[in-house]
């Protein structure tokens, strides 16, 4: 499985980024894509997570009704959507994988990771 993170950057407060994972040699009849962040020093953060099967969706409290994750099948992506961007959502971002849909929301249950992106959000 390999998963590849993009779409990061520095955007000012109130503004949107979206970032794409794509993921690829996924095998697994369902499975989820998540995303978490990450401050140096940090426990990795749930952020959202999108199951393929059945499209659920699951967020953390602190993005609701602000970030939005979704997916392009034919391009085996899931996007997060980040509208009303805070400061405080300034960190990396890391893409997730593992089988099932079980809304799992501990980094601890996904063992397929992309690289980071940066999103920085200044005031």
């Known amino acids: 499985v390999q998963l590849q993170a993009s779409g990061g950057g520095l955007v000012q407060s109130g503004g949107s980024l979206r970032l794409s994972c794509l993921h690829s040699?996924?095998?697994?009849?369902?499975?989820?894509v998540a995303w978490f962040r990450q401050d140096p020093g940090k426990e990795r953060e749930f952020v959202a997570a999108?199951?393929?099967?059945?499209?659920?969706?699951n967020y953390a409290d602190s993005v609701k009704g602000r970030f939005t994750i979704s997916r392009n099948n034919a391009k085996n992506t899931v996007y997060l959507q980040m509208n009303s961007l805070t400061p405080e959502d300034t960190t990396h971002y890391y893409c997730?994988?593992?089988?099932?849909?079980?809304?799992?929301?501990?980094?601890?249950?996904?063992?397929?990771w992309g690289q980071g992106t940066l999103v920085t959000v200044s005031s």
């Open positions: 999108f199951g393929w099967r059945y499209a659920r969706t």
């Open positions: 040699g996924v095998t697994f009849s369902t499975y989820t």
């Open positions: 997730a994988l593992r089988e099932g849909e079980v809304p799992y929301t501990t980094a601890r249950h996904f063992p397929h």
